[in-house]
C-alpha cells in the first residue's frame, strides 16, 4: 500500500535551489505542506523560503527527521536522487521530470521495491489530499477536499476532471499521479487499498488511456480484492489512428491488449463503468453524488 502523506509529514525538497524547484517550494508551502529541508550541490546553498539547505540526503534526514521526498532535478539525475532518498530511510519518493531513462526507471522501481519505499514516478504531477498537503504541481484550481479518489496517467486530463467536478462542488479525497511512463514506481493496481479503507472516499475515478494493461489489471484488482466503491474510467485517445507515435510512452497497444474495447470489457466486467470522454463521465459521477 503506499505510503499516503499528511499535513503532518516531514517533506524533503531534493534539488531545492533550481529555478522551478524554489518556484515550487513556495507554492507547496502556501498550500500547508510541511517541507522541512532541502537539499542542493551548491556550496554555497543558502536556505529557501527559511528552508534550511543539506548537501545530502542523509544529513537532511538526521537534521529534520524528513520522511517524504520530491526530487526536483533532471530527468538523468533521477535515479541517483531516488537512490540517495531512499537510502536515508525515505519512504515516499515522488519525482516529476519527464524523460527518465527506461533502464533508470527499471533501477529505482528494484531498489524501492527492496527497500519497502514508495516511489510515485518516473514522471508524475504529484499527489495531494486537498486541504491539507501536495506534493508536486497539482493546480490549486482544481483542488477541493471531497468525496473522489482520483487516480490518473495523465496530469492535464485530470486537472480538466478534477476542474470540472469542483465546480460541481465534488472535491479529491486525495489525487494521485502515477505518470504515463512505461517503467513506473506505483500503478493503478497498487492504490486500491489505501482506497478501499479511506473513510472520506466514497467513489473512484481513474484517468486512463488507450495503452499498456494497466487499466485493464485495475479491473483484476478490483475483482479480486471485492472493491466495491462505484469506479469511473476515462479511456483517453479512443480517436488515435493505428501506427502513430503520439502521447505517452506508456501507451503502447499490442493487438486486442490495450485498446478501448479491451480495457472497457475489463473494467465493467468488474463492475466500473468507462468513459471515453469527460463529459459523460462527469455527468456520471455527478448522478451518483446526487449532484
Given amino acids: 500500500m503506499i505510503a499516503m502523506p499528511d499535513l503532518n509529514t516531514p517533506v524533503l525538497v531534493q ?42 540526503c542523509a544529513q537532511a534526514v538526521a537534521a529534520t527527521g524528513a520522511t517524504a521526498s520530491i526530487t526536483m532535478v533532471p530527468p538523468l539525475a533521477v535515479a541517483d536522487a531516488v537512490a540517495q532518498a531512499i537510502g536515508a530511510g525515505i519512504r515516499l519518493v515522488v519525482s516529476i ?5 527506461v533502464h533508470d526507471a527499471m533501477r529505482i522501481r528494484r531498489l524501492a521495491e527492496q527497500a519497502g519505499a514508495t516511489w510515485l514516478g518516473a514522471s508524475t504531477p504529484g499527489l495531494c489530499i486537498p486541504g491539507e498537503m501536495k506534493l508536486g504541481f497539482l493546480p490549486d484550481a482544481a483542488l477541493l477536499p471531497g468525496p473522489i479518489g482520483v487516480i ?55 484517468v486512463g488511456e488507450i495503452g499498456g494493461t494497466e487499466e485493464e489489471d485495475l479491473a483484476t484488482a478490483i475483482a479480486a480484492t471485492g472493491f466495491a466503491k462505484p469506479t469511473f474510467v476515462l479511456i483517453a485517445g479512443s480517436k488515435a489512428r493505428e501506427g502513430v507515435t503520439m502521447g505517452h510512452a506508456g501507451a503502447l497497444v499490442h493487438g486486442t491488449s490495450g485498446t478501448v474495447a479491451s480495457k472497457t470489457r475489463a473494467i465493467e466486467a468488474a463492475g466500473g463503468q468507462a468513459f471515453t470522454n469527460i463529459d459523460t463521465l462527469v455527468m456520471a459521477v455527478a448522478r451518483q453524488m446526487g449532484r
Avoid at 534539488?15 to 529541508?37: E, F, N, P, S
Avoid at 521530470?97 to 531513462?101: F, N, S, T
Avoid at 465534488?170 to 478501499?196: C, E, H, N
Fill in 152 to 206: 490518473s496517467k495523465s496530469g492535464t486530463l485530470s486537472y480538466e476532471v478534477c476542474y470540472r467536478l469542483k465546480q460541481l462542488g465534488l472535491g479529491q479525497s486525495a489525487w494521485i499521479g502515477v505518470g504515463g511512463d512505461l517503467v513506473k514506481g506505483t500503478r493503478f493496481p497498487d492504490l486500491l487499498p489505501y482506497f478501499a479503507g479511506d473513510p472520506r472516499t466514497q467513489a473512484l475515478v481513474v
Fill in 15 to 56: 534539488g531545492i535551489t533550481g529555478r522551478a524547484a524554489q518556484l515550487h517550494t513556495r507554492l507547496m508551502l502556501a498550500y500547508g505542506t510541511r517541507i522541512v529541508a532541502g537539499t542542493s550541490s551548491r556550496a554555497d546553498a543558502e536556505p529557501v523560503e527559511g528552508v534550511p539547505v543539506f548537501p545530502d
Fill in 97 to 101: 521530470a519527464e524523460g527518465v531513462p
